[in-house]
Nanobody
Framework: QVQVTESGGGLVQAGESLTLSCTAS????????VGWFRQAPGKEREFVAS????????TYARSVKGRFTINRDNERSTVYLQMDVLKPEDTAVYYC???????????????????WGRGTQVTVSS
């Protein structure tokens, strides 16, 4: 069974940076997309960023484009989300998800992902 684990969350001030990590274990297939989603209190889960299996293709939500960067290290089965110029509205629980094992592109809908982590809290103070 594939397991997904997020780490790197914390409390930062507005304007600061934070890097989240997502590690997959359980021998996931090499060809899968990875997505980051977030859910703020009282709000629905929303898409943040996605990266395809070899890192050649990425896509971002409009609210984070230009501030967040997603990349992956397949040798370490790890995907990173570099978050710069953080804003209080970025406060949320951030989730990492893996798609099925035969998908080569990016994915933006949560129902397209098969494996999910438990999330890591990011809090940005003003």
């Amino acid at each position: 069974q594939v397991q997904v684990t997020e780490s790197g969350g914390g409390l930062v001030q507005a304007g600061e940076s934070l890097t989240l990590s997502c590690t997959a274990s359980g021998r996931p297939s090499a060809t899968y997309a990875v997505g980051w989603f977030r859910q703020a209190p009282g709000k629905e889960r929303e898409f943040v960023a996605s990266i395809n299996w070899n890192g050649a293709e990425t896509t971002y939500a409009r609210s984070v484009k230009g501030r967040f960067t997603i990349n992956r290290d397949n040798e370490r089965s790890t995907v990173y989300l570099q978050m710069d110029v953080l804003k209080p509205e970025d406060t949320a629980v951030y989730y990492c998800a893996l798609s099925r094992g035969d998908w080569e592109g990016v994915l933006t809908a949560d129902y397209e992902y098969n494996f999910w982590g438990r999330g890591t809290q990011v809090t940005v103070s003003s």
